[in-house]
């Protein structure tokens, strides 16, 4: 770490020397300049950059401020490219280690899942409720241990992040779910991933410490890790068409032949595939740090304006038909499912954007579409509220109703502080900072509709 940060100081001269040579802008002063850049850097370094890679990158995050810092990029960028193969401080010692424990992460997720069959659960036998409520936990604990290892953790790291993993299993296993559970076991099964992934994110970020005789929440890989999440999703889905597609082929082939292997891959290579494509993702996304053009962000420029054009139609017809929304249980799923699409876009263009940058076209769309969202989720409240009147409480419409009341708080604050920051009364720091400070909220609800609901509702 010392040898990096000793080449981080040479390369941090070169920038200033470079940019002494010409006529910096007026806005910001050099040494605010260089701290953000030392700030960016010093970040990344923790993250598990190389020196050479955290500089570029950081350089790359001020250059939209600065015009001298951004003519040093493009001039050194190369650097990049041609940077020797070496081992990253903080992570696995070469590359060939790093993807050995990747794939033996895979293989035991996938032998993971075929555990319930030793206690008479089959997949094969259709929806099966202990595998709705372990799907999870079949994978994102090994998620975090590839995450604990490839950061070189402390030992109560390991030790912290094992008990809420270890609680989840514990809860849904104990539970008394019967077949009559309908609504609670499978609005268990579908929360608990959701509370679950703000362990991976601490093993992710290191985020969790206990400073000055109290514990503390945040730092700045947060972003970074808003930003694995969505490479991650994007990068299974593309992993999961490509998996149904050799599926298929594979069917088609044997069949020509008049061999049957329909069983055998429904009962062990989908499954078995589902389960080692995460962390294989993990390690795909992970090992691309670094790269800026990152795929979620570039989605989120081109679905912005198609989904804030959704539901400006949606709003405007609802307007002229006099129609209400149908608080139906498919309904309200879909509609969260929009909302959290909208939430999706609105934080992969936080994380690809400088704090520097003044605003822009870009950002007007997306305080639109953020504004749009919120009248969107006020409405949804207003139907839900109304079906609990009619027909009382439900755990289902309960958990529709604490999920959009969650949005419409975030989405409500995200629209005034972007509205503030378009009209340069506000920092877009602010707008970050309560991004991250409100992704808790969201683990902490999954986590009491998976261990409150259940016995609240009679396991019904």
Not at 14 to 28: G, K
Not at 149 to 173: E, H
Not at 236 to 250: E, M, P, S, V, W
Request: neutral net charge; charged residues 15%.
């Amino acid at each position: 770490m010392a040898e990096d940060n000793g080449n981080l100081e040479d390369l941090i001269a070169q920038w200033r020397n470079y940019r002494s040579h010409r006529q910096p802008p007026p806005h910001p002063e050099p040494a605010t300049l260089e701290s953000r850049l030392r700030d960016e850097a010093a970040s990344l370094l923790q993250a598990g950059l190389t020196a050479d890679e955290a500089f570029m990158v950081a350089v790359s995050r001020i250059a939209n401020s600065d015009a001298a810092s951004r003519d040093f990029g493009r001039e050194h960028w190369e650097r990049l490219r041609t940077l020797p193969a070496k081992p990253i401080p903080g992570t696995a010692p070469n590359q060939r280690t790093d993807i050995a424990v990747a794939f033996l992460l895979a293989v035991t997720a996938a032998l993971a899942i075929k555990l319930p069959e030793l206690f008479g659960h089959s997949l094969s036998d259709g929806p099966d409720r202990v595998y709705l409520l372990n799907l999870s936990l079949f994978a994102l604990p090994l998620l975090a241990a590839y995450f604990l290892w490839k950061r070189r953790r402390a030992p109560m790291y390991w030790i912290g992040l094992a008990l809420p993993f270890l609680a989840a299993a514990v809860i849904v296993n104990v539970y008394p779910f019967s077949d009559s559970s309908v609504a609670t076991a499978p609005l268990a099964g579908l929360h608990l991933p959701i509370a679950l992934w703000l362990p991976v994110g601490i093993a992710y970020t290191g985020s969790i410490a206990y400073t000055g005789g109290r514990w503390t929440f945040g730092n700045g890989q947060w972003m970074d890790f808003i930003r694995f999440t969505g490479e991650f999703a994007i990068y299974y889905i593309l992993i999961a068409l490509g998996g149904g597609g050799l599926t298929g082929l594979a069917l088609a082939l044997f069949d020509a032949i008049g061999v049957d292997v329909s069983g055998f891959l429904l009962e062990w290579v989908l499954p078995c595939g589902a389960m080692g494509a995460i962390p294989v993702c993990a390690w795909l996304v992970d090992g691309r740090r670094g790269v800026i053009e990152n795929i979620a962000p570039t989605l989120a420029r081109v679905f912005t304006p198609l989904v804030a054009a959704l539901l400006l139609a949606f709003l405007a017809t609802m307007l002229v038909t006099g129609q209400g929304i149908d608080a139906e249980r498919q309904v309200l799923i879909a509609f969260d499912l929009l909302l959290a699409l909208v939430l999706g876009l609105l934080l992969y263009s936080l994380s690809a954007r400088s704090s520097q940058t003044p605003p822009s076209a870009f950002d007007w769309l997306t305080a639109a579409l953020v504004v749009c969202a919120l009248a969107a989720d006020a409405v949804a409240l207003a139907a839900i509220a109304a079906r609990i009147t009619e027909f009382g409480f439900s755990a289902n419409k309960l958990a529709a109703l604490g999920e959009n009341l969650i949005l419409l708080v975030n989405l409500a604050w995200s629209a005034w502080l972007y509205v503030s920051f378009l009209r340069r009364r506000g920092n877009f720091k602010a707008l970050e900072r309560w991004q991250i400070a409100y992704l808790p909220v969201y683990a902490v609800w999954a986590g009491v509709v998976v261990v409150v609901f259940p016995p609240v509702f009679g396991y019904a």
